[in-house]
């Protein structure tokens, strides 16, 4: 293309076809004088013939003005500030327009026949009909009163001004005969208008002051009015939830109504159920019984439709109590009698973090106790009702995790036990830290401590007692009783008083590797474990002759508290415990099946709180747990009532170990039942053993008697294929260990 011509060196054209720019002329034609003023900024820019200055309002260093209004205006509605304060106007406004809301629904049903009408409607939803019955009798009571009211208002005004009429004329003789009173005692007749006029000026000046005071209320109502309102709403917290503080919204626990129940229990995620609360005609309501108050919370009873099982809505516990606002501590799901329901408990939010009150055994002095016809008060359950637990006859046993309350629950029984002199206590503490020093002058056997010996004496104790059986149960059958031991015959013969054996951190014993002189361990979980086999003979017939067993211990495990020993218990108690197979081994498959969820509890938070299964506490129909949070009595508290219990009792001398009055000699027993018989067969040896002393061998097998003679060099052997014992092995081996005891 064809450039145009000019005379002007500033631009030339280029070889190549385009412009070339003189920088040097653009440069001066841009050079303002120095003793020149400065110039106004120009609207546009300034023409140099070859170069385009750009318009500053487009340079990138310098946004528009609309441009740099609109940050500014967006800097200033994000701020946290104006946030804060625009959240604060909503909500103030909102609960002066709520509170007004309210005030009027208030007063609308005050004045109508709503509130009645709401009632009914939602007692035929949840099926309450008697409920709905009840308040359509009030409906119909209130209808009669407003009838009456509007008829005695038509009434009123010729009512109101005879009244006040006569109020008039009474006041007006009043005031003359004070005026004729006055006249005659100053003998002046003018006197006897004198109360009259006094009245009048009276009247003048109350008029004077709401005159005066009537300005500033006029104008003070209407902010009264609002002010009014504000509280009744804010009361409510009738607000946004985006506009409230986060401490009003943080979780309180919303109250539990039916549709908040039917609405949780549909978002729980079975869809059986969601479906099924979608297709009924009562949005749900039917499936709920009544929800009644239950101490700290309230509990309903839900019928679930088909094909929705009661396990499916427990393993949901904690989905079910975050649906109801509430955490999972706080709800408790546990299976009534009836099919196909599932009974909720559901806390206030927060009630169950209040301490309960302290044991009556501290607060009332003359608390009394009967192991017959008494119940231990053991603390609340979650209903806030008492709990106490009837001890006669009912061996015990309590587990849970390390520094939870055990020992204390435990003590606080044997506390009020202790105040029935005929009790008699023997106890062996296997953790040695002064948890059970009260008892000493007051218990007849007192171990403390962790070591093998410690166990060792904890054994012997439970041996003794199992003699003690022994020996009850011959005089029992002696004595030809048809009712077993009866309170009289506690009370007045000594041979059959109540004695409880107590065994806390009963888990050292049966860990315990220790064995014995007849090479029988003390531990373990087996046949020949001598601590099992006498906790097993005490559950079997302990009860029947007032001799009862109460374990302690921590962490259940199959080693540390084995099957038959935890199913022999009555009374079965778990406090906060890690598993739910370690609940199943402390509370039993059919509790916790029932609900029961000791694993649940909060390790730290509900210290105390046991949950317990057995025939000593009293259930609801139906269930087969509670859950129970214990009295605590601190230390000195429980020095205090052990000396109560002394006071009552004649001096005790506690023994640190049990003294039996004779040692049992396997070996020699079996040369006696062998006699002059060259050798015997086991079984029979058996049998000659359980007859000579059946507390000791009735419940010997092959194996004890295999393991005794084999640790005497007297092993059974094989004779005509059946296993026998030689006298002679015997013999020398009775003849060599008392040599080696002469030695």
Known sequence: MNQPHSTDRSTEPDPGGGVVVDLDKARAARTI????????????????????????????????????????VRVVLTDDRTR???????????????????????????????????????????GQHEVAMEWEVRAAAFRAARH????????????????????????????????????????????????????????????????IVWGPLTVLGPWLGLLALWSVGRHRQAAPAWTLPAAATATVGAPITPSVVVTSLRDLGIAPLRNAI??????????????????????????????????????????????????EHEVFITIPQAARTVRLWIADSGALDEPIGPSPLVTDPDTPADLYTGRAPWGQDLRGDAAALSLLQRHLLITGLSNQGKTAALRALALWLALDTSVEFRIADLKGVGDWRMFDGLATVLIQGPTDQHVIDATEMLEAGVAEMERRIELLEQSGATDGVTREMARTDHRFHPIVLLVDEAQVAFMCPAVGEDKRPYGGTKATSRYFMAARKLHNQGRAVNVTLWQGTQDPTNENLPKLVREGA?????????????ARMALGDKAVDGGAAPHKLRQGLDKGTVVVAGDGVKLAPGQSSTTIRTHFISGEHAAEI???????????????????????????????????????????????????????????????????LEAAGAAPYKSDGVQVVSRSKVESALQLRAEDAGA
């Not at 487009?58 to 609309?66: D, E, I, K, S």
């Not at 009043?174 to 006897?192: C, H, P, R």
């Not at 009644?292 to 439709?305: F, K, N, Q, S, W």
Request: hydrophobic share 45%; proline share 7%; glycine share 8%.
């Open 33 to 72: 004088p120095t003793d020149a003023p400065p110039p106004a900024v120009p609207a546009a820019p300034v023409p140099v013939e070859g170069v385009v200055l750009p318009n500053p309002a487009a340079m990138p260093g310098r946004p528009p003005v609309w441009v740099r209004g609109g940050r500014s």
């Open 84 to 126: 804060t304060a625009a959240r604060l106007v909503v909500r103030h406004g909102a609960y002066v327009v709520a509170g007004a809301g309210i005030a009027a629904r208030r007063a609308w049903d005050g004045r109508t026949l709503a509130r009645y009408e709401r009632m009914m409607r939602t007692a035929e939803a949840a």
């Open 148 to 211: 009456q009211r509007r008829m005695d208002l038509l009434k009123a005004p010729q009512q109101v001004a005879k009244s006040a009429a006569f109020a008039v004329g009474t006041a007006q003789g009043a005031l003359l005969l004070l005026g004729v009173i006055l006249a005659i005692a100053e003998k002046d007749i003018a006197q006897l208008v004198v109360p009259t006029m006094t009245v009048i000026d009276l009247i003048r000046w109350v008029a004077v002051f709401i005159g």
């Open 278 to 327: 979608r297709e009924m005609g009562d949005a749900g309501a039917g499936m709920l019984g009544p929800i009644r108050i239950a101490g700290c919370g309230v509990e309903v009873d839900v019928t679930l439709p088909s094909g929705v099982s009661t396990e499916e809505v427990q393993k949901r516990r904690r989905k079910l109590a975050e649906n109801l606002s509430r955490h």
């Open 570 to 582: 009555h009374i079965r108690a778990s406090l906060v415990l890690g598993t739910e197979e370690q």
């Open 642 to 708: 052990a000396d109560r219990a002394k006071a009552r009792r004649t001096g005790v001398t506690t023994l640190s170990a049990v003294e039996r009055p004779e040692t049992v000699d396997p070996l020699a027993d079996i040369a006696a039942v062998l006699g002059d018989e060259k050798r015997m067969r086991t079984q029979e040896v058996l049998a000659g053993l359980a007859a000579r002393d059946p507390g000791e061998y009735r419940e010997w097998t092959f194996s004890d008697l295999k393991t005794v």
